[in-house]
């Protein structure tokens, strides 16, 4: 599982992609869309930001999987939405948008994750890594 010096050190390599290219590189990761993620942190109150993928788009509705690579523990971004579900999003270098996070569950759960694993099946090896269901987050862009 990867640490939490590794994912801080992956963001921040990513955000300097991003700002050395001046927005044109790092808007792909691992064959998926990137995109960055800001949430409330749910102990401080203070903006949190995350690079994360998204390995199916419905829309304007963005996919993300909280998976961490396996590890046991959710990640930290997922607790501070479900405490805060209202989230602001930059995708594919476009401005930042207000969308609101669901964890889905159920039919509409079962149906994204095959679409998932279908085109990322790396994210069925982080499952069987941990005994935990990996959550499946809808970010639905707030009109």
Do not use: C
């Not at 990137?34 to 903006?47: F, I, M």
């Amino acid at each position: 599982m990867p640490s939490d010096l590794a994912l801080k050190t992956m963001n921040r390599v990513h955000r300097v992609v991003l700002t050395l290219s001046f927005g044109k590189l790092g808007w792909r990761a691992g064959g998926m869309p990137a995109l960055e993620l800001t949430t409330v942190g749910r102990r401080s109150g203070e903006p949190r930001a995350s690079m994360l993928t998204s390995p199916v788009q419905e829309g304007d509705a963005l996919v993300i999987v909280a998976s961490r690579g396996g590890d046991a523990a959710h990640p930290a971004w997922y607790l501070n939405l479900q405490a805060h579900p209202e989230v602001t999003v930059r995708y594919g270098g476009g401005r930042a948008r207000a969308m609101r996070a669901r964890t889905v569950e159920g039919a509409e759960r079962d149906r994204l994750w095959k679409a998932i694993v279908s085109s990322q099946p790396r994210y069925a090896g982080y499952q069987s890594k941990t005994e935990r269901v990996i959550p499946v987050v809808v970010l639905d862009p707030i009109a």
